[in-house]
T-cell receptor
Framework: EADIYQTPRYLVIGTGKKITLECSQTMGHDKMYWYQQDPGMELHLIHYSYGVNSTEKGDLSSESTVSRIRTEHFPLTLESARPSHTSQYLC????????????FGSGTRLTVV | GDSVTQMEGPVTLSEEAFLTINCTYTATGYPSLFWYVQYPGEGLQLLLKATKADDKGSNKGFEATYRKETTSFHLEKGSVQVSDSAVYFCALTGNNAGNMLTFGGGTRLMVKP
């Protein structure tokens, strides 16, 4: 039973379109993350947030943006999708403390044609 | 900085074979260590964890022991099943700001009947 939800699961969209990938969690976690996963499986951190009104860029440069207006909601937006944005996007959250891992959503597989 | 190194895959085994996936790490201090599993088309799920030296994490027949002297956290299972076919990620929580997780590159396991 997932406590973190991503929608849509799959999305095929044309070049130049604006898209928003949704991520919501019901656990009250302050820390949330967005990862991009390439076909080679490696995970790349693209954005993270430590709470409401807190957003930071991750290790991988990304043309996407995020917002954190509510604790439970951490959407990711691409203003103008390109084929290079085709990837799997994973959202995660975690409770405070270093002994806890992340809880991941099921992911959104994005294809830009 | 912190880093995690996993054995490269794919690892191909017959059903009921013994599994070892090697994981070594570099980190300052005393990180917590994790194994995640990703089934096809899904997000990552926490498989097991260990939070201090000599701890053994276990779940679903999988085990891993936190070895500080060899900075390792190898994943083992005595008898794999076809349903264990997935990608496995080793990760650690370092002493970076926010206790962010550092992931290894992932190891794909394929189990044949």
């Amino acid at each position: 039973e997932a406590d973190i939800y991503q929608t849509p699961r799959y999305l095929v969209i044309g070049t130049g379109k604006k898209i928003t990938l949704e991520c919501s969690q019901t656990m009250g976690h302050d820390k949330m993350y967005w990862y991009q996963q390439d076909p080679g499986m490696e995970l790349h951190l693209i954005h993270y947030s430590y709470g409401v009104n807190s957003t930071e860029k991750g290790d991988l440069s990304s043309e996407s943006t995020v917002s954190r207006i509510r604790t439970e909601h951490f959407p990711l937006t691409l203003e103008s999708a390109r084929p290079s944005h085709t990837s799997q996007y994973l959202c995660a959250s975690r409770p405070p403390g270093s002994n806890y891992g992340y809880t991941f959503g099921s992911g959104t597989r994005l294809t830009v044609v | 900085g912190d880093s995690v190194t996993q054995m490269e895959g794919p690892v191909t085994l017959s059903e009921e074979a013994f599994l070892t996936i090697n994981c070594t790490y570099t980190a300052t201090g005393y990180p917590s260590l994790f194994w995640y599993v990703q089934y096809p088309g899904e997000g990552l799920q926490l498989l097991l964890k260990a939070t201090k030296a000599d701890d053994k994490g276990s779940n679903k027949g999988f085990e891993a022991t936190y070895r500080k002297e060899t900075t390792s956290f190898h994943l083992e299972k005595g008898s794999v099943q076809v349903s264990d076919s997935a990608v496995y990620f080793c990760a650690l929580t370092g002493n970076n700001a926010g206790n962010m997780l550092t992931f290894g590159g992932g190891t794909r396991l394929m189990v044949k009947p």
